[in-house]
């Protein structure tokens, strides 16, 4: 099934289970206007909340991933007296991150180009990062006076460490994808020819995973950054109840018995 959101800014389309969200402003390298950021948003959130997709890509039209917030908008809105930034980030780029950050299931980047300010936060609040080998990351708030936005500020010091990541924000370049990869902001870098094929392989697999079990990892992780010990053992055990009582872990452990291959249905 292939649906147009939003006509020209977003499309997304849902094949067996993985729901392929690509940025459509290729002309603007997938910069963020705001109905760019009010579709991408808004469908985050559905496919997030649609228990028939079990994992999510977001990937980009066109040579860029996306490049963040669209600077036409923006200087318009300043020449028009109204800045906006605060606003756009908590209407868009806030629960963007935390539809890709918290939704109950695996997310994919798939960066087919550059990604730079918010698009590189988006890739970086995603679980998994494909690159062509052609992309390049960059952070760019900096470069034109601004901090950092879209969870830069929690993703990337937890990638890459508190050092290196106050390096690529206070001096922003082109990261080439070989050295992102080095850097672990990268998952894999692959030629172009290989790109759809491998970001297919990877959202398939994930698909037919157990969906709760991968949700409540990634659940977990997130919940142990921000508390003791303690706390997450017991987070921890909350969410082995969660999935111990659901009907993929009946099936891995039939399946074990049986010395059997199990399929998961995502509950």
Not at 199 to 214: I, N
Request: proline share 4%; glycine share 8%.
């Amino acid at each position: 099934m292939t649906e147009t959101v939003h006509d020209a800014p977003l499309q997304l389309e849902t094949t067996d289970g993985v729901a392929w969200v690509r940025l459509s402003r290729p002309e603007a390298m997938n910069s963020l206007d705001r109905s760019l950021k009010e579709a991408l948003r808004d469908t985050l959130e559905q496919v997030g909340a649609d228990p028939a997709v079990r994992c999510v890509v977001l990937t980009g039209t066109g040579r860029a991933f996306c490049v963040g917030q669209d600077l036409k908008e923006h200087v318009a809105n300043l020449q028009a007296g109204d800045a906006g930034l605060a606003s756009t980030v908590a209407e868009h780029y806030n629960p963007i991150v935390e539809a890709l950050a918290g939704m109950d299931k695996p997310v994919i980047a798939a960066l087919n180009g550059v990604a730079a300010g918010a698009g590189l936060s988006f890739a970086l609040a995603c679980d998994f990062r494909i690159a062509v080998d052609t992309a390049s990351l960059n952070t760019s708030f900096a470069g034109i006076a601004l901090s950092c936005d879209s969870g830069a500020s929690w993703h990337l010091p937890r990638l890459v460490g508190a050092a290196k990541a106050k390096e690529l924000l206070f001096f922003p370049r082109s990261v080439p994808a070989a050295e992102a990869l080095e850097l672990g902001l990268l998952t894999k870098v692959v030629p172009v020819e290989a790109f759809e094929d491998t970001v297919r392989e990877l959202a398939t697999m994930l698909a037919q995973g157990p969906t709760l079990a991968y949700g409540s990892i990634r659940r977990a992780l997130a919940y142990s950054s921000t508390h003791d010990l303690s706390a997450a053992l017991a987070h921890e055990g909350e969410l082995m109840n969660r999935t111990g009582a659901t009907a993929d872990h009946r099936a891995a452990v039939d399946a074990f018995l049986a010395k059997e291959k199990p399929t998961f249905t995502g509950r």
